[in-house]
């Protein structure tokens, strides 16, 4: 199962390799490239954990404002158009 999992494994890093040709570099080139790689796709997972929900929350709000409790802050959507007096 092990031994399985390793060649499964390699073939899609050899598929990576082909896919962006990083193949013909040499060691530390495929090293430095596969850094950035990696820091890019960190950076990208972060961000969708700690942003992501927040801002999935306020296009709820914004698309379907759920019903306020009474005593609390009524919502406004931001886009609400409202009429100005010329006086």
């Given at each position: 199962?092990l031994k ?6 390699l073939?899609?890093?050899m598929q990576?390799e082909?896919?962006?040709c990083?193949?013909m570099?040499e ?7 596969n850094s950035?790689v ?6 990208v997972l972060?961000?969708?954990f700690?942003?992501l929900?927040s801002?999935?929350?306020t296009?709820?709000?914004?698309v379907?404002p759920l ?16 009429k100005?007096?010329?006086?």
């Amino acid at each position: 199962m092990l031994k399985f999992l390793k060649n499964i494994l390699l073939s899609l890093y050899m598929q990576y390799e082909l896919v962006t040709c990083i193949y013909m570099f040499e060691p530390w080139e495929k090293k430095l490239i596969n850094s950035f790689v990696i820091l890019t796709l960190g950076l990208v997972l972060f961000s969708s954990f700690v942003y992501l929900p927040s801002y999935f929350e306020t296009f709820l709000q914004f698309v379907s404002p759920l019903p306020q409790k009474e005593g609390s802050a009524s919502y406004t959507p931001i886009l609400q158009t409202q009429k100005m007096s010329m006086s």
